[in-house]
T-cell receptor, first 110, second 114 residues
Framework: GQNIDQPTEMTATEGAIVQINCTYQ??????LFWYQQHAGEAPTFLSY????GLEEKGRFSSFLSRSKGYSYLLLKELQMKDSASYLC???????????FGAGTRLFVKA | KAGVTQTPRYLIKTRGQQVTLSCSPI?????VSWYQQTPGQGLQFLFE???????NKGNFPGRFSGRQFSNSRSEMNVSTLELGDSALYLC?????????????FGPGTRLTVL
């Protein structure tokens, strides 16, 4: 079976750093995506990890530990526009489908 | 390059009716996936199509069906609508549907069942 867990909501302050965790239990795990979704908009791609380690892309970084079934998305120098839902999603080998977690709503306050 | 388009953007139906939603992928993309999004549940996978073939299906009742045309456009149909079908239906396209392909999402169709 497949199970993905993320915190439901998080609040952080503008300019700060926030880490959004995602744990998964998935048969045939292949890789892990992070998507950002602003309210009323479509999800947009942030990152994809297939190997263990940290991938940095500007203010956003994503980490994966395959052995622990764990990933996190790190957002630095938070801006008000980062207020959004962050969706963790896993893909399985040969599955032709992406399994999404319920998402974490991030509120950035001044 | 035009993005993924979905029509209609909003629909209001009553219980028992049926509905057809349409999705046009990005030009050159051959894989289309459909998702149902509800508050608290997140995105639930409905099905994926590639070259007019359904390659995978989620855990939804048979009232949910779909198809893909030779130009990669896709439709999904929900018959005998229930109140619980009220949701945002998103389609996403990718080049080949490979597990490492980034998906590009359309704006969604907001379905309300009364």
């Amino acid at each position: 079976g497949q199970n993905i867990d993320q915190p439901t909501e998080m609040t952080a302050t503008e300019g700060a750093i926030v880490q959004i965790n995602c744990t998964y239990q998935t048969s045939g795990f292949n890789g892990l995506f992070w998507y950002q979704q602003h309210a009323g908009e479509a999800p947009t791609f942030l990152s994809y990890n297939v190997l263990d380690g940290l991938e940095e892309k500007g203010r956003f970084s994503s980490f994966l530990s395959r052995s622990k079934g764990y990933s996190y998305l790190l957002l630095k120098e938070l801006q008000m526009k980062d207020s959004a839902s962050y969706l963790c999603a896993v893909t399985v080998v040969g599955g032709f489908k992406t399994i999404f977690g319920a998402g974490t709503r991030l509120f950035v306050k001044a | 390059k035009a993005g993924v388009t979905q029509t209609p953007r909003y629909l209001i139906k009553t219980r028992g009716q049926q509905v057809t939603l349409s999705c046009s992928p990005i030009s050159g993309h051959r894989s289309v996936s459909w998702y149902q999004q509800t508050p608290g549940q997140g995105l639930q996978f409905l099905f994926e199509y590639f070259s007019e073939t359904q390659r995978n299906k989620g855990n939804f009742p048979g009232r949910f069906s779909g198809r893909q045309f030779s130009n990669s456009r896709s439709e999904m149909n929900v018959s005998t609508l229930e109140l619980g079908d009220s949701a945002l239906y998103l389609c996403a396209s990718s080049f080949s549907g490979r597990v490492d392909n980034e998906q590009f999402f359309g704006p969604g169709t907001r379905l309300t069942v009364l």
